[in-house]
């Protein structure tokens, strides 16, 4: 069975960092986009962050970009978002899904919770 298991949400303070893990399980993910997705509450599912498959190219949400970080260990069938400087905006469901858009994933984790709260 084809699984996304996200971890590693937390409860922090402004300014400090999580690091959340995708694990994959019944299928290998070197060959998948895979994307970090949040939803806050009240708003939509929204992209975050992005690393391709054969060539690991990422992208990143203005929102994030210079503060988060995306990376993929396939031997461990891990993707990573490694988040610093978090803010209270952050706060969030935070999902994996074996795609970089909306449209395009049909796989999907069942969230991790974040909060950024002082």
């Known amino acids: 069975q084809v699984q996304l298991v996200e971890s590693g949400g937390g409860l922090v303070q402004p300014g400090e960092s999580l690091k959340l893990s995708c694990t994959s399980s019944g299928f290998s993910l070197e060959n998948y986009r895979i994307g970090w997705f949040r939803q806050a509450p009240g708003k939509a599912r929204e992209s975050i962050s992005c690393?391709?498959?054969?060539?690991?190219?990422?992208y990143y949400a203005a929102s994030v970009k210079g503060r988060f970080t995306i990376s993929r260990d396939d031997v461990k069938k891990t993707v990573y978002l490694q988040m610093n400087s978090l803010k209270p905006e952050d706060t969030a469901v935070y999902y994996c899904?074996?795609?970089?858009?909306?449209?395009?994933?049909?796989?999907w984790g069942q969230g991790t919770q974040v909060t950024v709260s002082s």
């Open positions: 899904a074996n795609a970089c858009t909306l449209v395009a994933a049909d796989n």
């Open positions: 690393i391709g498959g054969s060539d690991a190219s990422t």
